[in-house]
């Protein structure tokens, strides 16, 4: 090989070498030239730009999951997943569910999201639900009412409880956490609508093997051991809770122990539920039945306020 050859191999070369150091980068760390960038916008497998998207804008949905906890203060109360305590607005309507915190109030009481939204611990999955806020974002609700964290607290506080004389902390059914409870209560239930809650939270059942009038029980020694009879309540307490007092019937078990009957159906509470709210006695052996809210008049036991049957 002549000299001339070997300078014309070698010049060759370097052009070769010139190339590979441009594409790839001359050293660690070093950026290509403005004119060799690579697009930052992903090829698409069809490669179609038009179908291109930048992966840096996609954020996937945080799960939301709520459940219980117990404050040294006001007992049961629900979190969100971070432990921060979740709280109700006064202010709010639970049917059909809004809220009424928007703009500034919305900075310092956060909307709880529904995204992906499970139940935990003390939480009846069937009690969430999700409304649509004013700006497009879907709100978190529990028994209809809309759930909210307060900017203030920090992972166990309940600082927000009380605040503005509107803000509390929420129970397991969406009632306000350490409040008294009245007698006789509503819980509002995206599944079987409106049910009846003793003086506890706990959900209110009928036991269709019942004789409505006279009155009769069939819940013997064994079903007792499951299911607990009702305490009677007032003519007030079913007036305050929007019942008409003449669908109450007072009835005396074998045992002797006072039953609140409504519509002449015993009442009982189903041992199997723990928190307000739970439900999980409805439909125990095809028998049992929370006991709807609006029974339209007394007529001694025709009208079965069943919840989630159709009459019979």
């Not at 594409?23 to 004119?35: F, I, L, R």
């Not at 038009?50 to 945080?62: D, H, I």
């Not at 928007?102 to 999955?125: F, H, I, L, R």
């Amino acid at each position: 090989m002549t000299r001339l050859e070997r300078g014309l191999r070698i010049a060759a070369g370097a052009v070769a070498l010139s190339f590979l150091l441009s594409a790839c980068g001359s050293a660690e760390g070093t950026q290509p030239s403005k004119t060799q960038q690579v697009s930052l916008i992903p090829t698409s497998p069809t490669g179609d730009p038009s179908l291109n998207v930048p992966q840096g804008n996609v954020k996937a949905a945080t799960p939301t999951s709520v459940s219980v906890r117990v404050d040294d203060e006001l007992k049961s109360v629900v979190v969100d997943g971070s432990g921060k305590t979740v709280y109700v607005f006064d202010k709010d309507q639970a049917t059909p569910g809004r809220s009424n915190c928007v703009a500034e109030c919305a900075k310092t009481m956060q909307p709880v999201p529904a995204d992906a939204a499970t139940s935990g611990k003390g939480v009846d999955e069937d009690l969430l639900g999700s409304i649509t806020r004013v700006d497009g974002s879907k709100q978190l609700t529990l028994a209809g009412k809309p759930l909210y964290t307060y900017a203030k607290d920090q992972p166990g506080d309940t600082k927000g409880q009380g605040y503005q004389k509107a803000w509390y902390a929420a129970a397991a059914d969406g009632a306000r956490a350490g409040a008294g409870r009245p007698a006789l209560g509503v819980l509002d239930s995206p599944k079987l609508g409106k049910v009846l809650q003793d003086k506890n939270g706990r959900t209110l059942y009928l036991f269709t093997k019942d004789t409505p009038w006279p009155m009769t029980t069939a819940c013997d020694a064994k079903c007792l051991k499951k299911w607990t009879p009702s305490a009677p309540v007032t003519a007030a307490d079913a007036e305050a809770a929007g019942l008409s007092p003449k669908i109450l019937f007072t009835f005396t078990t074998p045992g002797g122990t006072a039953q609140e009957s409504f519509n002449c159906w015993p009442a009982y509470t189903f041992n199997g539920d723990k928190e307000p709210g739970d439900t999980n006695g409805q439909g125990v052996n095809g028998v049992w039945f929370a006991i709807k809210a609006d029974i339209p008049k007394s007529d001694r036991g025709k009208t079965v306020p069943a919840a989630g049957r159709s009459q019979y």
